[in-house]
Protein backbone atom coordinates (compact mmCIF):
# COMPACT_ATOMS: atom_id res chain seq x y z
CA UNK A 1 0.00 0.00 0.00
CA UNK A 2 0.74 3.52 -0.77
CA UNK A 3 -0.06 5.73 2.47
CA UNK A 4 -0.12 9.56 2.84
CA UNK A 5 0.51 11.46 5.51
CA UNK A 6 0.18 15.26 6.68
CA UNK A 7 2.51 16.59 9.22
CA UNK A 8 0.24 19.45 10.77
CA UNK A 9 -2.30 18.08 13.39
CA UNK A 10 -1.95 14.99 11.64
CA UNK A 11 1.58 13.80 13.11
CA UNK A 12 1.57 16.69 15.57
CA UNK A 13 -0.84 18.03 17.64
CA UNK A 14 -0.12 21.41 17.66
CA UNK A 15 -3.25 23.12 19.25
CA UNK A 16 -1.86 23.51 22.60
CA UNK A 17 1.62 24.62 21.32
CA UNK A 18 0.25 27.51 19.08
CA UNK A 19 -2.08 28.96 22.00
CA UNK A 20 0.59 28.72 24.19
CA UNK A 21 3.15 30.20 21.72
CA UNK A 22 0.71 32.84 20.90
CA UNK A 23 -0.03 33.74 24.42
CA UNK A 24 3.46 34.41 25.24
CA UNK A 25 4.02 36.32 21.66
CA UNK A 26 0.88 38.51 23.04
CA UNK A 27 2.66 38.97 26.27
CA UNK A 28 6.58 39.50 24.93
CA UNK A 29 5.16 42.31 22.72
CA UNK A 30 2.68 43.88 25.09
CA UNK A 31 -0.31 43.22 22.68
CA UNK A 32 -4.19 43.69 24.24
CA UNK A 33 -5.27 40.62 21.88
CA UNK A 34 -6.74 37.64 23.88
CA UNK A 35 -7.91 34.11 22.91
CA UNK A 36 -11.39 33.73 21.71
CA UNK A 37 -11.96 30.60 20.03
CA UNK A 38 -10.12 27.15 21.00
CA UNK A 39 -11.93 25.13 18.54
CA UNK A 40 -10.55 26.55 14.87
CA UNK A 41 -6.92 25.80 13.90
CA UNK A 42 -6.66 29.72 12.40
CA UNK A 43 -4.70 32.18 14.58
CA UNK A 44 -6.74 34.84 12.96
CA UNK A 45 -10.23 33.10 14.55
CA UNK A 46 -8.34 31.81 17.73
CA UNK A 47 -7.67 35.57 18.53
CA UNK A 48 -9.13 38.86 18.30
CA UNK A 49 -6.06 40.42 16.13
CA UNK A 50 -6.17 41.62 13.12
CA UNK A 51 -4.70 39.23 10.08
CA UNK A 52 -1.76 42.00 9.38
CA UNK A 53 -0.72 40.80 13.29
CA UNK A 54 -1.72 37.23 12.66
CA UNK A 55 0.45 37.44 9.63
CA UNK A 56 3.29 39.14 11.65
CA UNK A 57 3.40 36.21 14.56
CA UNK A 58 3.24 33.47 12.16
CA UNK A 59 6.17 34.80 10.12
CA UNK A 60 7.98 34.97 13.24
CA UNK A 61 7.04 32.70 15.52
CA UNK A 62 5.88 29.59 13.01
CA UNK A 63 9.16 27.76 11.73
CA UNK A 64 10.09 27.70 15.13
CA UNK A 65 7.28 26.48 16.58
CA UNK A 66 6.62 23.86 13.97
CA UNK A 67 10.44 22.37 14.45
CA UNK A 68 10.01 21.97 18.17
CA UNK A 69 6.50 20.48 18.31
CA UNK A 70 7.08 16.77 19.47
CA UNK A 71 4.80 14.01 16.89
CA UNK A 72 1.86 12.59 18.41
CA UNK A 73 2.14 9.39 20.86
CA UNK A 74 2.59 5.68 18.56
CA UNK A 75 2.81 7.55 15.33
CA UNK A 76 6.42 7.03 14.90
CA UNK A 77 6.02 3.93 16.26
CA UNK A 78 3.51 2.59 13.76
CA UNK A 79 4.94 4.18 10.83
CA UNK A 80 8.45 2.39 11.46
CA UNK A 81 5.81 -0.65 11.39
CA UNK A 82 4.55 0.43 8.38
CA UNK A 83 7.94 0.53 6.39
CA UNK A 84 8.79 -3.17 7.70
CA UNK A 85 5.72 -4.51 6.30
CA UNK A 86 6.53 -3.18 3.01
CA UNK A 87 4.24 0.25 2.71
CA UNK A 88 5.47 3.07 0.89
CA UNK A 89 4.81 6.19 3.25
CA UNK A 90 4.87 9.78 1.73
CA UNK A 91 4.43 13.04 3.42
CA UNK A 92 2.52 15.25 1.61
CA UNK A 93 2.41 18.76 4.06
CA UNK A 94 0.32 22.03 2.78
CA UNK A 95 3.59 23.83 3.93
CA UNK A 96 4.05 26.81 1.42
CA UNK A 97 7.10 29.18 0.94
CA UNK A 98 4.08 32.22 1.35
CA UNK A 99 4.43 30.81 4.84
CA UNK A 100 7.98 29.43 5.66
CA UNK A 101 11.76 30.18 5.23
CA UNK A 102 12.00 26.98 3.76
CA UNK A 103 8.81 24.15 3.75
CA UNK A 104 11.06 21.41 2.52
CA UNK A 105 13.67 21.56 4.85
CA UNK A 106 11.90 22.48 7.98
CA UNK A 107 9.94 19.39 7.63
CA UNK A 108 12.71 16.88 6.48
CA UNK A 109 14.66 18.31 9.36
CA UNK A 110 11.30 17.81 11.88
CA UNK A 111 10.77 14.65 10.67
CA UNK A 112 14.58 13.38 10.85
CA UNK A 113 14.59 14.78 14.13
CA UNK A 114 11.77 12.33 15.28
CA UNK A 115 13.29 9.89 13.99
CA UNK A 116 10.05 9.40 11.51
CA UNK A 117 10.55 7.60 8.29
CA UNK A 118 9.27 8.47 5.17
CA UNK A 119 10.08 7.66 1.41
CA UNK A 120 9.24 10.48 0.14
CA UNK A 121 8.28 14.15 1.05
CA UNK A 122 6.24 16.53 -0.83
CA UNK A 123 5.97 20.47 0.36
CA UNK A 124 2.97 23.07 -0.76
CA UNK A 125 0.53 20.76 -1.67
CA UNK A 126 -2.46 23.22 -0.62
CA UNK A 127 -5.09 20.90 -2.79
CA UNK A 128 -4.37 17.41 -2.33
CA UNK A 129 -5.91 15.74 -4.61
CA UNK A 130 -3.96 15.67 -7.53
CA UNK A 131 -1.06 14.45 -5.93
CA UNK A 132 -2.85 12.11 -4.24
CA UNK A 133 -3.51 10.35 -7.59
CA UNK A 134 -0.69 11.21 -9.17
CA UNK A 135 1.11 8.73 -6.16
CA UNK A 136 -1.52 6.36 -6.06
CA UNK A 137 -2.36 6.80 -2.09
CA UNK A 138 -4.24 3.55 -0.96
CA UNK A 139 -5.09 5.70 2.12
CA UNK A 140 -4.84 9.23 3.52
CA UNK A 141 -3.89 10.56 6.73
CA UNK A 142 -5.07 13.84 7.31
CA UNK A 143 -6.54 16.58 10.22
CA UNK A 144 -8.70 18.63 7.40
CA UNK A 145 -12.58 16.91 6.56
CA UNK A 146 -12.79 19.19 3.14
CA UNK A 147 -9.42 17.50 2.06
CA UNK A 148 -10.34 13.73 2.99
CA UNK A 149 -14.11 14.23 1.25
CA UNK A 150 -12.47 15.07 -1.77
CA UNK A 151 -9.90 12.06 -1.67
CA UNK A 152 -13.24 10.10 -0.80
CA UNK A 153 -14.81 11.34 -3.79
CA UNK A 154 -12.16 9.75 -6.11
CA UNK A 155 -12.09 6.40 -4.02
CA UNK A 156 -9.44 6.94 -1.79
CA UNK A 157 -9.65 5.56 1.70
CA UNK A 158 -8.98 8.41 4.49
CA UNK A 159 -8.78 8.37 8.41
CA UNK A 160 -9.29 11.77 10.12
CA UNK A 161 -7.24 12.57 12.77
CA UNK A 162 -9.38 14.03 15.35
CA UNK A 163 -8.07 17.66 16.89
CA UNK A 164 -10.26 20.63 18.55
CA UNK A 165 -10.95 22.24 15.21
CA UNK A 166 -12.51 19.34 13.50
CA UNK A 167 -14.77 17.93 16.42
CA UNK A 168 -17.69 19.24 15.21
CA UNK A 169 -17.09 19.11 11.21
CA UNK A 170 -19.98 17.06 9.76
CA UNK A 171 -19.40 17.10 6.18
CA UNK A 172 -16.73 13.98 6.41
CA UNK A 173 -18.44 10.74 6.92
CA UNK A 174 -15.65 8.48 7.00
CA UNK A 175 -13.19 6.89 9.43
CA UNK A 176 -12.10 9.33 12.39
CA UNK A 177 -9.29 8.66 14.50
CA UNK A 178 -8.45 9.83 18.25
CA UNK A 179 -4.72 8.55 17.98
CA UNK A 180 -2.31 6.99 16.13
CA UNK A 181 -3.20 3.18 17.33
CA UNK A 182 -6.84 3.48 16.05
CA UNK A 183 -5.25 4.27 12.61
CA UNK A 184 -3.06 1.04 13.16
CA UNK A 185 -6.17 -0.34 13.83
CA UNK A 186 -7.75 0.67 10.58
CA UNK A 187 -4.71 0.28 8.71
CA UNK A 188 -4.97 -3.70 9.63
CA UNK A 189 -8.34 -4.23 8.98
CA UNK A 190 -8.32 -2.63 5.55
CA UNK A 191 -5.00 -4.64 4.67
CA UNK A 192 -6.84 -7.76 2.93
Not at 41 to 67: G, I, Q, V, Y
Not at 106 to 115: I, V
Not at 132 to 137: A, L
Amino acid sequence: MTIGIDIDDTLTFLHDIKIKTAQNYISNHNLNFKLVRSDTHLFSEMFDWPASECDKFWFDEADKMLSEVKPRVFAREFIKKLKNLGHKIIIITARTKEWHKDPYQLSCDWLRKNNIYFDELIVGCLDKTQICIDKKIDVFIDDMPSTLVKLQNLGIKTILIENPHNKKQNIYKGTIAKDWQEVETFIKSNQD
